[in-house]
């Protein structure tokens, strides 16, 4: 599947959150979205990023931002990285790698040498109208919130 862009339409998802209730794209309908993907719960990586995004979750929801993390982790993985790292936000188990895939955020990566399919890290920032405002490929995974705000122009 090709990619969204900035100015296409977001692609549609649903999915359980970490506590099994079902999240989708029409839940933030008339709201700004910071959509970002990543690997796995709990790894050095990952947690920089949410931990990033957790720091400036108020500054960011003064904005207008909601914010919702999505990975092929389960809902029980999901609500134990939420509780030890005290997230304000919800994240989508996408096990079946359906929205991963609509994002085109999941494909072929390198490693060492090695290639095998993983997830994209990757942020999408979707506007109140359900297009695509902004893409962020490489994240900045100890800055990823002030990377957010300087690229929206956020004080």
């Known amino acids: 599947m090709a990619r969204p862009k900035k100015g296409d339409k977001a692609p549609h ?3 359980p959150n970490e506590k099994g209730e ?3 794209l029409s839940d933030f309908k008339g709201k700004k979205l910071i959509l970002f993907f990543y ?3 709990d790894t050095p990586g ?8 957790r720091d400036d979750y108020e500054s960011l929801r003064e904005q207008g931002f909601e914010l919702l993390g999505v990975s092929p982790d389960s809902p029980k993985k ?3 990285f939420i509780d030890k790292y005290n997230f304000p936000f919800s994240l989508l188990a996408d096990e079946e790698k359906n929205t991963l895939k609509a994002y ?12 095998y399919d993983g997830v994209l890290r990757s942020t999408f920032i979707i506007d109140e ?7 962020i ?5 100890k800055t990823h919130a002030q990377q957010i705000k300087e690229l929206m122009e956020l004080s």
């Open 129 to 135: 109208k359900g297009e695509i405002a902004e893409v």
């Open 137 to 141: 490929d490489k994240v900045k995974t």
């Open 46 to 53: 990952c947690t920089a990023a949410a931990c990033s995004l």
């Open 39 to 41: 690997p796995k719960d």
């Open 22 to 24: 079902t999240v989708s």
């Open 104 to 115: 085109g955020a999941w494909g072929k990566k390198k490693f060492m040498g090695r290639e």
């Open 13 to 15: 998802f649903e999915g």
């Open 78 to 80: 999901h609500s134990k």
